[in-house]
């Protein structure tokens, strides 16, 4: 493998680079957008003046060059940007932390209207995508279906020229700034498990949609739960056939494998930790550094493994091949890193780490390890769980029968 750019792909790393220095706003650039981890998608339509300015600003500086949806084709107003290309984004994006703009609108509802949706759904949704104006969040997790998605019990019943939609959706993230929702809902009970299933799109605020907050463990308010009672869906809202809504859904899920973002993430965290600790502060509030020191070499390594683990898939991808096992390869070693890193931090400030306040003067790193290991908790939950991606990868990567 070559792991250095050639010269287009050096050249277009730089562009991206200098956008990123001379264009990203400050809020983003220090990290004072909102702790709970929304940045863009809460500032857009937050009631501070220069929050909703500095999302407008930044969402305008990518869609200058069609990078609020680089993976787009050109002709649905994305960059067209090869898979390569896509990475280098991702990559600079990463390493500065700045924030991506149009959230899973961009990442994945937007993909899949282009390959599913009628003329009509792509004019009215595309571009409101594009700028910002309309933010899409996911209905597919109920509290009896999650990794067993296909056991979803929310019904959609057809009248007339709309589905009546009833059910109760989980782990609804960052529902609180939707305008939209994309749901999977049951249409024909009676159908085998993975039929039977439509793809609808609906606004948040119709009538017999509520949605509530579900706080998690590091008291941030991510998730919610939404309940449809009695909903009236328009049937020209559902993407795809009726009944044929599972096959939609799982298009949506075959984008964004490369997680170059975790590999970089990891890194930013590890690179964060080594400084601090090389201050005076850093090492009053460090007791557990001798003892850890070796683990944090091994966090190292293990952050160049994940970064080898994306470019194996997104250099599959270049090749036009397809990943299966191998995202759930890189999904499974991210996930439990990221719990490995946050732990290794919280053993190395004792007794500190037990202070969550960011404010509190004897907080090492602001409390970000801490935080960031009461946060790490879902990561080997959410997206597939580290059983099923296991299992994946040993019936589907190494042959091995079911059962």
């Known amino acids: 493998m070559d792991w250095s750019d050639n010269a287009e792909q050096a050249a277009f790393r730089a562009k991206v680079a200098d956008v990123i220095t001379t264009k990203l706003p400050g809020r983003y650039r220090d990290g004072e957008s909102d702790e709970e981890g929304a940045g863009w998608e809460a500032d857009r339509i937050s009631e501070n003046p220069d929050a909703q300015q500095a999302a407008k600003d930044w969402a305008g500086a990518l869609a200058e060059h ?15 940007l090869t898979p390569m290309e896509q990475f280098i984004f991702k990559m600079e994006m990463a390493k500065a932390a700045a924030p991506t703009v149009g959230g899973q609108g961009v990442s994945q509802l937007g993909p899949t209207l282009i390959v599913h949706g009628t003329p009509e759904q792509k004019e009215e949704h595309l571009t409101k995508i594009l700028d910002g104006s309309a933010n899409w969040r996911q209905g597919y997790s ?34 609180q700034y939707a305008d939209h929702l994309y749901v999977l809902a049951r249409t024909d009970p009676d159908a085998p498990k993975h039929r039977g299933i439509s793809f609808l799109l609906m606004k948040k605020d119709l009538p017999g949609i509520s949605i509530r907050p579900l706080i998690d463990l590091s008291g941030r308010h991510v998730f ?142 602001k409390s970000n390890m801490t935080r960031a290991y009461q946060q790490s908790v879902s990561a080997t939950i959410a997206a597939g769980t580290s059983e099923i991606q296991r299992n994946i990868i040993a019936t589907r990567g190494l042959g091995l029968p079911r059962g």
Not at 304 to 320: A, L
């Open 66 to 80: 069609g990078w609020v949806a680089p993976h787009w084709p050109k002709e649905y107003g994305g960059a067209g």
């Open 224 to 365: 919610n739960e939404t309940f449809f009672e009695d909903v009236r869906v328009p049937v020209k809202d559902r993407v795809g056939e009726e009944n044929r809504g599972w096959y939609v859904g799982m298009t949506l899920l075959d984008f964004e494998r490369s997680n170059i973002t975790g590999a970089v993430s990891a890194r930013r965290a590890l690179d964060n930790l080594r400084s601090y600790l090389k201050t005076d502060e850093g090492q009053k509030r460090s007791p557990g550094i001798a003892a850890n020191r070796l683990n944090i070499v091994d966090r190292y390594v293990e952050s160049e493994v994940m970064f080898n683990f994306s470019f194996r898939i997104i250099s599959m991808q270049e090749r036009g091949l397809i990943p299966n096992h191998e995202a759930s390869v890189s999904k499974l070693f991210n996930s439990e890193m990221s719990q490995k890193i946050a732990l290794t931090g919280t053993r190395v400030f004792g007794l500190y780490a037990q202070i969550y306040d960011r404010k509190d003067d004897r907080a090492p790193m």
């Open 142 to 175: 109920e509290p009896g279906a999650g990794s067993d998605l296909a056991s979803l019990q929310t019904r959609a019943i057809r009248d007339g020229d709309e589905y009546v939609l009833n059910g109760q959706k989980i782990w609804t993230s960052g529902a």
